[in-house]
């Protein structure tokens, strides 16, 4: 085992953890989520050379997974679909607490919003840090957030209003 | 804001197993990495095995066919070797590059007098890799490129092997029809059968061109492959196909991207050569 993969397995070994539950909130499904941060991971194996040396691996990677769930969410079979009988889906719980309503409330959002919530809120970055893992403006990051926790006060009272 | 800070952690809590074999991971890209240099290494391989048999190589003591090291000989001091992979080089375009019209012999050494090129390896990296890019420029107009080796460098950027005098550079070419991947290998021989191909001919420089296109891979892969030897013992092939370097089983597009006339044009540039 080279020092590289040895650098790259212990890296991984610290941070898979986190990614999984990071891409968990994007996607709200474990396998895909699996599926989101294998990409990244395989991606990061191919540059860790370089990416070693940055000062910040994480932005890196963590930058690697939105890109690979923006593009997933892009394919074809993602798209929604018009049907003649409208899906039965899970009841909404009422428990502001209960896991599966934060997680429905998530799903509902657009990507990028979600997106936006899940690192300012999940993984505690700056506005700045989100910009840059987003590859968007700080401007957009705040009308994001402000839109989506506006999104969210609509469906669930329990979230205070935003703080500016 | 705690509240929902919160309420993510709470969602995400107790996970379950992860599926992610890290071992597995690490295997599997090790395999890729190889398939991805396959398909440039098969379309070598298989005009320099026919050629084998034949050829008439100058080459200097120590090394063989093509360049490569032979079973007794030692391997010739080309220099110190390229910037590694990862590191980008400048990929301006030359004015000497797609616009020359001859192939004298410059600064490198000529194999009339018996030898492998001399350029050191990371002046002919650059050299040939701002070449390949205008080349690309000029012949490709409506496609974008991806390094596919060095995915951070601007433009495309050859690798040089760890063979002396060989490089080669593989980059994925987007259009309004999909993704596919090109693959070039450049080094040097003096004669090679070009029997393999379909189609050839010989350029009034006396280049030897030949060319195949091959639509009868499986689940729909088409195949161009190009090969150019040049009179001063430069050897040029281009591979292009309807696939990703990431992955080969999956059929990203229609057609491959560059056709034979695009890869001849970009094969015969006079830049690509090992003696500038």
Redesign the interface.
């Given at each position: 085992v080279s020092a590289d993969e040895a650098a790259y397995r212990e890296y991984v070994t610290h941070r898979i953890d986190g990614l999984r539950r990071t891409a968990f909130l994007l996607c709200g499904d474990w396998h895909t989520a699996d599926d989101l941060v294998s990409g990244a991971l395989v991606k990061l194996l191919r540059h860790w050379r370089r990416v070693s040396t940055m000062e910040s691996p994480d932005a890196y990677v963590r930058r690697m997974l939105l890109t690979g769930w923006l593009d997933e969410r892009r394919r074809p079979w993602r798209r929604e679909r018009a049907t003649a009988v409208p899906p039965d889906v899970e009841a909404r719980s009422e428990d502001p607490t209960d896991r599966m309503h934060i997680l429905a409330l998530l799903a509902e959002l657009p990507p990028r919003r979600r997106a936006v919530l899940v690192l300012r809120y999940f993984c505690d970055l700056s506005v700045v840090e989100t910009a840059e893992a987003l590859g968007c403006t700080e401007g957009t990051v705040k009308s994001q957030t402000a839109r989506a926790l506006e999104s969210l006060r609509a469906r669930l009272t329990a979230v205070p209003a935003m703080e500016d | 804001?705690e509240?929902?800070?919160e309420?993510?952690?709470?969602?995400?809590?107790d996970?379950?197993p992860?599926?992610?074999n890290?071992d597995r991971?690490?295997l599997?890209?090790r395999r890729a990495?190889q398939r991805r240099w396959f398909a440039g290494g098969v379309a070598a391989v298989a005009v320099l095995s026919t050629g084998v048999v034949t050829a008439v190589v100058r080459a200097p003591a120590g090394l063989g066919v093509g360049g490569l090291p032979s079973a007794t000989g030692t391997k010739t001091d080309l220099g110190p070797p390229a910037d590694?992979?990862?590191a980008c080089v400048a990929v301006r375009p030359t004015p000497t590059g797609s616009a020359r019209t001859d192939d004298k012999p410059g600064g490198g050494q000529p194999p009339e007098s018996g030898g492998a090129p001399t350029e050191p390896r990371a002046a002919a990296v650059t050299r040939l890799s701002a070449t390949l890019n205008a080349a690309v420029r000029l012949t490709m107009p409506n496609v974008s490129v991806t390094d596919d080796i060095h995915?951070?460098c601007e433009g495309i950027q050859f690798e040089p092997d760890v063979y002396p005098a060989l490089y080669y550079a593989s980059f994925e070419a987007r259009d309004m029809h999909g993704v596919g991947i090109v693959v070039l290998m450049i080094h040097h021989i003096q004669f090679v059968a070009m029997d393999s191909y379909g189609q050839r001919e010989t350029r009034p420089d006396g280049s030897q061109v030949g060319w195949n296109q091959d639509g009868s891979g499986s689940g729909g892969m088409q195949s161009t492959q190009v090969s150019v030897l040049r009179p001063d013992g430069t050897f040029v092939t281009a591979l292009s196909q309807n696939i990703t370097g990431a992955n080969y089983d999956v059929i990203t597009r229609p057609t491959a991207p560059a056709t034979a006339e695009q890869l001849i044009a970009i094969a015969a540039d006079p830049g690509l050569t090992l003696y500038p």
């Open positions: - | 804001m509240h929902l800070s309420a993510l952690r709470t969602a995400v809590a996970p379950p992860t599926g992610i890290l991971l690490i599997g890209e990495r590694p992979v990862g995915p951070d």
